[in-house]
């Protein structure tokens, strides 16, 4: 079981642009490299431990695979802030396995996002509050999301241990959408291709996965206790209005939490977030208030028995 000591460390992670939000969406979400960049030294200044990153194609906004891309963003944000860089090997439905694992294997991250299984991911739902889109790829992105499905089976998910994992050193955050997910992640720990501890993101509210009820998180974490006993360290957060609460949840239970644009484009009912440092002063004023502490970037990198930023490839 993770530790639930009043004295314990809470790491808040913060994913500031992800591949779901496009630019009509929000003006506030980053697309460029110098917004991206900015957005998580902000993020991470304001208390963000762990940074999770996609790249956008600059001029459109558009999801980018491309490690040119990321390291258009991610040698600044390195030389501004000791926090922990993850890097997405999700990256889009629309992408191919060997496209999503470009930017980790030119980055040599700390830590990497996986999603643990495949499913449907629907965010078409998100355009409704559009009224008019910015770019011609948008519409049909968001609207089609209904017919993709985000694709990794145990072949694909054992490449990324292999390719990434075990060839740079790098841990992952095991992005886990439903119970079944706990399972395979508890498959591949038998198999000797991953080492505690694990970082489990819990991912609620993505219509496809599990929904974004707390009692769901409860009885993940009930799961996850008998699967890996006190080798893992269980994080949360929902998608969209019910970001916050599961977020704060997570840290009752005794875990961790992930806010950002990515994950919700809002500060509250009906107000867009200015920013995701925004976002991450709300969660740590909750943790605080809580009578807990937020982790440093190094505390994260010990309690997470991560390389440490120096052995990166950027």
């Known amino acids: 079981m993770f530790d639930q000591g009043k004295n314990r460390k809470v790491i808040i992670t913060c994913a500031p642009t992800g591949s779901i939000h496009t630019p009509s969406m929000s003006p506030h979400l980053p697309v460029t490299p110098d917004e991206i960049a900015q957005a998580a030294i902000d ?41 922990v860089i993850n890097i997405s090997t999700g990256g889009s439905a629309t992408m191919t396995l060997d496209a999503r694992l470009e930017g980790a294997k030119a980055a040599q991250p700390e830590l990497a996002s996986l999603n643990m299984g495949p499913l449907i991911f629907d965010f078409s739902g998100a355009g409704a509050r559009v009224a008019k889109w910015l770019h011609p790829w948008e519409q049909a992105y968001v609207e089609g999301a209904r017919d993709r499905i985000m694709y990794n089976d145990n072949g694909f998910i054992e ?65 996850a206790d008998s699967l890996f006993g006190r080798d893992y360290h269980f994080s949360a957060f929902a998608a969209g209005r019910n970001q916050m609460s599961f977020c704060a949840q997570s840290v009752l239970l005794g875990g961790h939490a992930r806010v950002g644009l990515e994950d919700s484009l809002y500060i509250g009912r ?34 997470l028995g991560l390389k440490g930023g120096d052995q990166v490839g950027f």
Do not use: W
């Open 43 to 83: 993020a991470a200044e304001a208390g963000a431990a762990i940074l999770h990153l996609h790249a956008r194609n600059p001029a459109d906004g558009s999801p980018s695979p491309l490690a040119s891309d990321f390291m258009a963003f991610l040698p600044r944000i390195k030389q501004a802030t000791d926090a």
């Open 159 to 223: 490449r990324i241990m292999t390719e990434v994992g075990q060839a740079f050193g790098t841990r992952f955050e095991f992005e886990c959408y439903d119970v079944g997910h706990l399972y395979t992640l508890a498959h591949f720990a038998d198999k000797g291709l991953i080492k505690p501890p694990f970082l489990i993101q819990g991912i609620f509210g993505i219509l496809g996965g599990i929904g974004p009820d707390v009692r769901n998180m409860a009885h993940m974490v009930t799961i």
């Open 270 to 303: 009906g107000e867009l977030a200015a920013s995701n440092a925004q976002q991450v002063a709300k969660i740590r004023r909750i943790v605080e208030e809580l009578g807990l502490e937020v982790a440093t970037p190094d505390e994260a990198r010990t309690l």
